[in-house]
């Protein structure tokens, strides 16, 4: 898994509520391979019409924002479906970061396994950040995960996220490999665990 | 010395936790995880690292989100769909996983066949590729959706690292009213915590009301809780759980099933014991509910009307309420009675139990549906038993097409989908943008209410249409 550590890049505002993963990847996708270009159809039905042409209000569409690798959104983006394949679509277009009030559980689980930063900021920050960015939209924000800020010209915030996910961007933690060196906890946990719940093995019909 | 008192949430995290790492993360020993087509990625990613699965009599094939609802005698008609449905059967077959499959009598909806199968049970983890996995918490299960990189990790270790959530608890005290159904209560309490409002919570479901319901309504009541924005709700188990349990065929047995209830019974909160949130509902106060909107906490009593934006304040929402009034193509201050359907759906993981049958068949019965409409059952066992009841010539009876169980028209990935710009009234748990097909409008309510709505062509107050009627 990529790590992230600190990135400065340019941010698009897509300053809408609730913009949940049926709307980040819309269901009939679902049946890609990652490998397929999830990123081109990020976002699809709301910016794309139904021919597939780009909205042109849609601030993704916009020139100054097309190479943007900072997301700025709304109150609980990404909640909804477990859809992992909704931050494969995040990520593959090439975002990096998504800063928003909050963040749906399932949807900010599954960017720390794939090394996108799921950054919360209290909402009146967001709308400052946001209309900073909307005011010069060629202005670079630099986000630093180890002291937890966005820099956004003389204004710095300092924005929320859980040591455990700060810690596994950070380092780029494989969970697998962490949890192989835990084999024999595990294996004692479910010696007792037989003596202590017997009904909860599945026995064969 | 005395133990600090404890809730149920606290009981089932520390009866799974097998190590904790210093930044507080546990390790947890997962019981049952439920597979389904959509879980590709995370074998995907198994194979990828030459890895097998490592528990495989712990693991559930059930092929339910892209089933066909009709024609299932018949080879699978569309090619990619076809190629998820036998995915899913190779990867099983592959590591030794048991399979619900296509054309197994036992399949249906993961979540609706778990209970079923007795493969839920109180005091256990389980997990899934789909946020509604949270419905198995109404046996007091610990019970979440995962992405396709838990999915992998599971399917390679039997366990999941996680950070405890908070702890939420939620009070329905008194009765609800005739015509009130757990989708109400569900749909009320999100109106009143808001899409988001449980975000970092386990939810544990409590009060009179919420003791009253039969499993199928706290099934309803617990799958909605990722609606909230709650990874899991759970319900204490009791009586009424021990007796839908019992002989159900993967459900210990005998002498085991007396040991399991003794243990059962010490999975409450503790008197005393602490949570971070509390959130309590009158349950007299609680009407019909419908949603007007593009998120489920856009919920209203059904003689409401929807919102004017133009009377908002504050900036934002009116920006959000115009939004969703222009996608859902209602006027603003509309009366909901006043806004006519285009079709219904009873069917999902949230609604499709043999109660919620029986409860839309109880409007349905005699009359016609103005528009068309699906029902599907949420399993193939649930559809039997609903024909040896009649139920399935009701419906018919009424106009509807009967057809098999799956996730249909719910998510749409099967080929069931609301037409762009059609009005569904929907027993289902989301009513997004696009959720039901690129342009959908849906309304979300309980069975009996979809029912109503299919009778009078709009949105509708059953209660009338149950006077001197048995339900």
């Known amino acids: 898994m990529d790590k992230f550590t600190r990135l400065t890049a340019k941010a698009c505002p897509l300053m809408r509520q609730n913009i949940d993963t049926d709307q980040i990847l819309p269901a009939r996708f679902l049946k890609w391979p990652r490998d397929k270009g999830l990123g081109t159809v990020l976002f699809n039905d709301i910016r794309k019409d139904a021919d597939g042409n780009d909205l042109s209000d849609f601030p993704l569409n916009k020139s100054a924002w097309r190479d943007a690798k900072v ?16 931050v494969y679509a995040v990520y593959d277009y090439g975002f990096r970061c998504v800063i928003a009030p909050s963040f749906g559980d399932i949807f900010a689980q599954n960017s720390v396994k794939n090394g996108l930063l799921t950054a919360a900021l209290p909402e009146a920050e967001v709308n400052e950040l946001a209309a900073a960015i909307e005011a010069d939209p060629a202005r670079e924000v630099t986000v630093d995960l180890a002291q937890q800020t966005i820099a956004c010209g003389n204004r710095t915030y300092n924005f929320a996220i859980d040591p455990v996910s700060k810690n596994q961007l950070l380092n780029g933690w494989d969970d697998v490999d962490l949890t192989d060196s835990y084999g024999a906890q595990i294996g004692a946990f479910r010696a007792a665990d037989r003596q202590s719940r017997p009904w909860a093995a599945v026995k064969a019909r | 010395m005395r133990q600090t008192p404890q809730t149920l949430f606290d009981k089932l995290w520390s009866s799974h936790r097998i190590a904790e790492r210093e930044d507080g993360a546990a390790l947890l020993f997962v019981d ?11 074998f995907s990613q198994v194979t990828a690292r030459g890895r097998k699965v490592a528990v495989p009599d712990l693991t559930f094939g059930i092929a339910d989100h892209y089933v066909p609802t009709h024609d299932r005698d018949k080879p699978i008609a569309n090619a990619e769909i076809a190629e998820m449905v036998s995915k899913l059967e190779r990867n099983s077959a592959d590591n030794g996983i048991t399979l ?16 079923e199968q007795g493969l839920t049970l109180p005091g256990l983890l389980i997990v899934c590729g789909d946020s509604h996995t949270s419905t198995h918490g109404a046996f007091g299960t610990y019970a979440f ?21 908070k702890r939420m608890r939620i009070s329905v005290e008194g009765q609800t009213t005739a015509g009130i159904a757990a989708k109400d209560i569900a749909l009320a309490i999100i109106a009143r915590i808001h899409a988001d409002g449980a975000q970092g919570h386990a939810i544990e479901y409590a009060g009179s009301a919420i003791r009253a319901l039969s499993m199928e309504g706290r099934l309803t009541l617990c799958n909605m809780s990722i609606e909230g924005g709650g990874r899991c709700g759970m319900v204490a188990p009791d009586e009424t759980t021990f007796a839908y349990i019992k002989g159900r065929p993967y459900a210990p047995k005998g002498a085991e099933f007396d040991r399991a209830v003794e243990d059962w019974r010490q999975l409450t909160t503790d008197a005393g014991a602490e949570f971070d949130r509390e959130v309590t509902l009158d349950a007299a106060a609680i009407a019909p509910i419908v949603t007007w909107g593009t998120t489920p906490d856009d919920a209203l009593p059904i003689d409401a009307s929807v919102p004017d934006p133009s009377r908002e304040t504050d900036e ?3 920006a959000y309420i115009r939004g969703a009034l222009d996608y859902m193509g209602i006027k603003p201050g509309a009366k909901l009675t006043d806004i006519a359907i285009d079709r219904i759906f009873i069917g999902s993981c949230t609604n499709a139990r043999i109660e919620d049958l029986r409860a839309a068949a109880a ?105 001197g009627r048995k339900v």
């Not at chain 1, 709304?74 to 909640?79: L, T, Y």
Request: glycine residues 14%; proline residues 5%.
């Open chain 2, 316 to 318: 934002t929402r009116a």
């Open chain 1, 71 to 86: 997301l700025i959104a709304g109150r609980n983006f990404g909640g909804g479906s477990s859809r992992e394949a909704a």
């Open chain 2, 363 to 467: 409007v349905l019965s005699g009359r016609t549906s103005k528009v068309p409409g699906l029902v599907s059952p949420g399993s193939s066992l649930v559809k039997s038993q609903a024909e040896q009841e009649g139920l399935d010539r009701i419906f018919k009876d009424a106009g509807l097409e009967w057809v098999e169980s799956g996730c249909s028209m719910c998510v749409g990935i099967n080929g069931d989908l609301v037409p762009e710009g059609e009005r569904c009234a929907s027993t289902t748990n989301r009513n997004f943008r696009g959720r039901q097909g690129r342009g959908a409008r849906t309304h979300l309510m309980s069975p009996a209410m979809v029912a109503a709505a299919a009778v009078t062509g709009h949105l509708a107050d059953v209660r009338p249409l149950l006077a």
């Open chain 2, 32 to 42: 049952r995880h439920f597979v389904h087509e959509g879980s590709f990625h995370g």
């Open chain 2, 100 to 115: 619900f499959g296509l054309r197994d009598p036992r399949q249906g909806i993961v979540h609706v066949v778990g209970p």
């Open chain 2, 145 to 165: 959706g995962i992405g396709a990189s838990e999915v992998a990790h599971v399917l390679m270790t039997q366990t999941l690292w996680q950070k405890k959530p």
